[in-house]
């Protein structure tokens, strides 16, 4: 059974930093592209950034561009959002995905598993 495991959200003042760690496990780690999105109330989940299954092609959404850096450790099965500059605008439940596939995609329904969230609040 595929386990996503996402931990670090909080509240921070903006400006400030918050690092994100997401945790698989039952499924092939270093062979699946994984993913961060969020979801805001009210608003629709959407995507902030993606990794390949090397860790060498990288993608963001242009909103977190330049503060936000996805990375990930195969060894540990865990990928990592260092999140920079936030602002009250990033406020939302950040969510790790993962997809069964070694390409990333920006679109969630192409994601397989899902972990169950972790809140960051952004404000002074």
């Known amino acids: 059974q595929v386990q996503l495991a996402e931990s670090g959200g909080g509240l921070v003042q903006p400006g400030g930093s918050l690092r994100l760690t997401c945790i698989a496990s039952?499924?092939?780690?270093?062979?699946?592209?994984m993913g961060w999105f969020r979801q805001a109330p009210g608003k629709e989940r959407e995507f902030v950034t993606s990794?390949?299954?090397?860790?060498?092609?990288?993608a963001h959404a242009d909103s977190v561009k330049g503060r936000f850096t996805i990375s990930r450790d195969n060894a540990k099965n865990t990928v990592y959002l260092q999140m920079n500059s936030l602002k009250p605008e990033d406020t939302a439940v950040y969510y790790c995905?993962?997809?069964?596939?070694?390409?990333?995609?920006?679109?969630?329904?192409?994601?397989?598993?899902w972990g169950q969230g972790t809140q960051v609040t952004v404000s002074s």
């Open positions: 995905a993962a997809r069964i596939k070694e390409w990333a995609s920006r679109t969630s329904s192409e994601y397989d598993y």
């Open positions: 039952g499924h092939t780690f270093s062979k699946s592209a």
């Open positions: 990794i390949d299954y090397s860790g060498g092609v990288t």
